[in-house]
């Protein structure tokens, strides 16, 4: 194994931030044998809720899940198109898929990487259902334009999340524009659990209900199965887990806002590097700082022999991936996803990173360009 001197994140520095409260939670789970339901998520369901601004949080087992759990829950079946970005992690497209749905990519733009509004309307037909922004890299998507664009045509919509704890779009937090939202609690989200954890948010309380019964067998009462649904909960350890970070996602998230904002500085003007571009009105919580560049696979090996991990987030966009070959699509139907592709590179971001580390990685990247 290779360490690094500066890793792309460090979980563990988190922990030992925060130990003493994640190990009394650990204990008290224990102690009370609440491993499943019980106290702890519904702590955390009502707390998560609230710090969002929402009336009703349904956790369930992973990010993927609960994309699958609303898409279920909002009627998705055979021959229902999904409008979702380009450029993304396979969990958005897939679970239109698994829900029994058709996938129909719109574009990415190459300045937020969000999906592109102006793209949008020429890939709605008379079976359109809904749409899917994905708040990607911790930027919201245009939920202006998404949200005028679902009312002209009667669909619905489902925001992606897991990578924007805490964002805001016009001052107002992401999760609460569309239908509902879905949050990945994976590890290294900018909100993470010690292994996976997800939830949906709403204020649709019959949309609620029907998600809660999918994510529990199909019924909120044991041994009631009104409809046939899966097993995808949230487990006491993650939930207790998830209640103690919740306490300090706001500092870990202004954090990560202040590490961009010097990364941003000290990489200014360097000739050839394309630096992370937030639209007005949208606050970025910077789960990914995103650069990017053409000779990308150079410079992030370039950044390994100097000791910083980097990663690529996505190397392929979803419509060139061999999972969607069935649709046949070429580069030119989606330039902008196939350009940021192999332009794209995540340089190491988490709350704890140093401001020694920060230096180092930013005087690498002007090495590689000297
Ligand atoms: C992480 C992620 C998911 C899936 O979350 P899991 O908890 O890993 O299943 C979905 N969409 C996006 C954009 C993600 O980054």
């Known amino acids: ?91 958005t497209s897939a679970s239109v898929t698994q829900a029994g749905g058709s996938v129909v990519f719109a574009d990415t733009d190459g300045f937020t990487y969000t999906i592109d509004p102006s793209r949008i309307e020429e890939k709605i037909t008379s079976r359109t259902v809904g749409i899917v922004p994905v708040h990607l890299y911790g930027q919201p998507a245009d939920m202006d334009a998404v949200m005028a664009i679902a009312r002209r045509h009667g669909l619905w919509v489902l925001e992606d999340c897991a990578q924007a704890h805490l964002a805001r779009f016009g001052g107002r937090s992401v999760g609460t524009f569309g239908s509902v939202a879905a949050f990945s609690f994976y590890p290294g989200k900018n909100l993470g659990a010690m292994g996976d954890g997800g939830a949906l948010l709403t204020n649709d309380q019959t ?9 529990r067998h199909g019924g909120l009462i044991k041994g009631e199965h009104v409809i046939e649904g899966i097993n995808s909960r949230l487990d006491g350890l993650q939930a207790a887990i998830l209640s103690v970070k919740l306490r300090h996602l706001a500092t870990w998230t202004l954090r990560r806002q202040r590490v961009a904002t010097e990364y941003s500085r000290l990489l200014a003007g360097i000739e050839g590097l394309l630096l992370p571009q937030v639209a007005a009105g949208r606050e970025h919580v910077y789960h990914l700082y995103v650069v990017g560049h053409a000779r990308r696979d150079e410079l992030a090996q370039y950044l390994s022999s100097h000791g910083i991990q980097t990663v690529i987030n996505y190397p392929v966009a979803l419509p060139f991936l061999p999972a969607y070959t069935r649709l046949r699509h070429r580069p030119e139907d989606f330039p902008d996803a196939h350009s940021n592709q192999s332009r794209v590179l995540s340089l190491p971001m988490f709350a704890e990173i140093t401001d020694a580390q920060i230096s180092m990685v930013a005087e690498a990247v002007r090495g590689f360009a000297a």
């Open 1 to 91: 194994m290779t360490t690094f001197k500066v890793p792309f994140a460090d979980l563990y520095a988190q922990y030992l931030s925060v130990k003493d409260e994640i190990d009394s939670a650990i204990a008290q789970v224990i102690r009370s044998s609440a491993f499943i339901r019980g106290p702890m998520v519904t702590e955390f369901e009502a707390g998560f809720a609230e710090k969002m601004g929402v009336r009703h949080c349904v956790s369930c087992a992973n990010g993927t899940d609960a994309l699958y759990i609303a898409l279920r829950a909002l009627g998705v079946g055979a021959g229902d198109e999904v409008i979702v970005p380009a450029h993304s992690w396979i969990s």
């Open 207 to 215: 949309l609620a209900e029907q998600m809660a019964r999918l994510a």
